[in-house]
């Protein structure tokens, strides 16, 4: 499986500024995905990004909110833009194929007060 | 609506003993399932996974079983181990299907987890 990092691993932020999360894989993949995971909740899609074309969005997610980057096949950003405490949540990116596994970086856990 | 649903919140068991993690799913369109371990402050970190065209799935101590008539699927561990003390997360997508509503067939739908824990 693929190894991925993750930077920043963990961040305070003040509400109505942005973060970028950096997702970094050491093997070319076609499909990288964003999840969240909100204290106490299940991990939930936030998009997935392609190389070369625009991210899907998972209904409730918009990208006004929260932009994508996939610039090439390793490497991947996302931006929480204009945070509020309920953005408050650790991040994760993964790869695989559709529907079937995939393998997760380590998170970036992000507190906005 | 929770479309994966893992009623435990905490497991505890001893030692040497067989661990069963549940999961229930509603959606009929679901074919493939994943059991993920998640140690804190790390990602989660895939374990096993079943297709609907099996019941049963053996990996070493971990094996998962698949009742689609009842819509529910466990994970067993045996014997546990203190290092299974975890979080584990079930997964289910719809490979079949490319587009519906609550989280697409591209990406992966989470129960909320079990914590377990292994009493030495």
């Known amino acids: 499986s693929a190894v991925i990092s993750q930077k920043p691993s963990r961040d305070i932020c003040q509400r109505g500024t942005s973060l970028t999360i950096q997702c970094q894989v050491d093997?070319?993949?076609?499909?990288m995905f964003w999840y969240r995971q909100q204290p106490g909740q299940s991990l939930t899609l936030i998009a997935t990004?392609?190389?070369?074309?625009?991210?899907?969005?998972e209904s409730g997610f918009v990208i006004d909110k929260f932009p994508i980057s996939r610039p090439n096949l390793t490497f991947s950003t996302l931006t929480v833009s204009n945070m509020s405490p309920e953005d408050s949540s650790i991040y994760l990116c993964?790869?695989?194929?559709?529907?079937?596994?995939?393998?997760f970086g380590p998170g970036t856990r992000l507190t906005v007060t | 609506d929770q479309q994966v649903k893992q009623n435990s919140p905490s497991l505890s068991v001893q030692e040497g003993r067989i661990s069963i993690l549940n999961c229930d799913y509603t959606?009929?369109?679901?074919?493939?399932f994943l059991w993920y371990k998640k140690y804190p402050a790390e990602g989660p970190t895939f374990l096993i996974s079943?297709?609907?065209?099996?019941d049963k799935n053996e990996d070493g101590r971990f094996t998962v079983f698949l009742n689609k008539s009842a819509k529910h699927l466990s994970l067993h561990i045996v014997p546990s181990q203190p290092g299974d003390s975890a979080v584990y997360f079930c997964?289910?997508?719809?490979?079949?299907?490319?587009?519906?509503?609550?989280?697409?067939?591209?990406?992966?739908?989470f129960g909320k987890g079990t914590h377990l824990i292994i009493q030495p």
């Open positions: 079943i297709s609907s065209i099996k």
């Open positions: 993964s790869v695989g194929n559709r529907g079937f596994e995939q393998y």
């Open positions: 093997s070319q993949v076609t499909m």
């Open positions: 959606n009929s369109m679901f074919d493939y």
């Open positions: 997964a289910a997508s719809a490979r079949g299907l490319r587009m519906y509503s609550g989280g697409g067939a591209d990406g992966l739908t």
């Open positions: 990004a392609n190389q070369g074309s625009e991210a899907t969005y």
